[in-house]
Antibody
Framework: EVQLVESGGGLVQPGGSLRLSCAASGFNFRAYGMSWVRQAPGKGLEWVADISSNVKKISYADSVKGRFTISRDNAQNSLFLQMNSLRAEDTAVYFC???????????????????WGQGTMVTVAS | DIQLTQSPSFLSASVGDRVTITCRASQGISSHLAWYQQTPGKAPNLLIYAASTLQSGVPSRFSGSGSGTEFTLTITSLQPEDFATYYCQQLNSYPRIFGPGTKVDIK
């Protein structure tokens, strides 16, 4: 069974740090790009960051750039999100997702998040 | 950055209804758009990608269309399990933003 399981969430004070993990199973992890997406309580989805299968391409949302670092360990089938200088507005459920490539009708390459974990809650409060 | 809007924000419908949700992009994104369904407390579930390609395992009552800046998600004959929030996401460029969502509720 293809599965993603996040861990590492919890309560942290403003300015603190937290490291999220995402354990992948049931597919060839090293062949896929991966993403982090978050959802603040009662709000919509926000893309946070993604990383290519070979780690050569990494992108971040402006809201987390310089504070969060996405990484992966292909030998351990794991994705990580190191979160530093946390703010109250970072409070959210954090989902990891597998990115699968596709070609549209014009043969243009794209990537879509097709498999998602159940999420881990991060609360930033004093 | 590309901005996405969805309409309506909220939709009240009955089982068996045909439902259409629109997603508009502030710039052309070719057909690089996905649709997700999310129920409370659950992760998003991919329905459609490349604007009109049905994800494996998704019922055929879901369909997507559009290209450029205007896209639609259609659900023919709404089922009880379809009452959820639907999000579009643009996949053409960074940041890979999501639309604000459309909540489909029971009339």
């Amino acid at each position: 069974e293809v599965q993603l399981v996040e861990s590492g969430g919890g309560l942290v004070q403003p300015g603190g740090s937290l490291r999220l993990s995402c354990a992948a199973s049931g597919f060839n992890f090293r062949a896929y790009g991966m993403s982090w997406v978050r959802q603040a309580p009662g709000k919509g989805l926000e893309w946070v960051a993604d990383i290519s299968s070979n780690v050569k391409k990494i992108s971040y949302a402006d809201s987390v750039k310089g504070r969060f670092t996405i990484s992966r360990d292909n030998a351990q089938n794991s994705l990580f999100l190191q979160m530093n200088s946390l703010r109250a507005e970072d409070t959210a459920v954090y989902f990891c997702a597998r990115d699968t490539h596709y070609f549209d009708s014009s043969d243009s390459l794209g990537f879509v998040s097709d498999i998602w974990g159940q999420g881990t809650m991060v609360t930033v409060a004093s | 950055d590309i901005q996405l809007t969805q309409s309506p924000s909220f939709l009240s419908a009955s089982v068996g209804d045909r439902v259409t949700i629109t997603c508009r992009a502030s710039q052309g994104i070719s057909s690089h758009l996905a649709w997700y369904q999310q129920t409370p407390g659950k992760a998003p579930n991919l329905l459609i990608y490349a604007a009109s390609t049905l994800q494996s395992g998704v019922p055929s009552r879901f369909s997507g269309s559009g290209s450029g800046t205007e896209f639609t998600l259609t659900i023919t004959s709404l089922q009880p399990e379809d009452f959820a929030t639907y999000y579009c996401q643009q996949l053409n460029s960074y940041p890979r933003i999501f639309g604000p969502g459309t909540k489909v509720d029971i009339k």
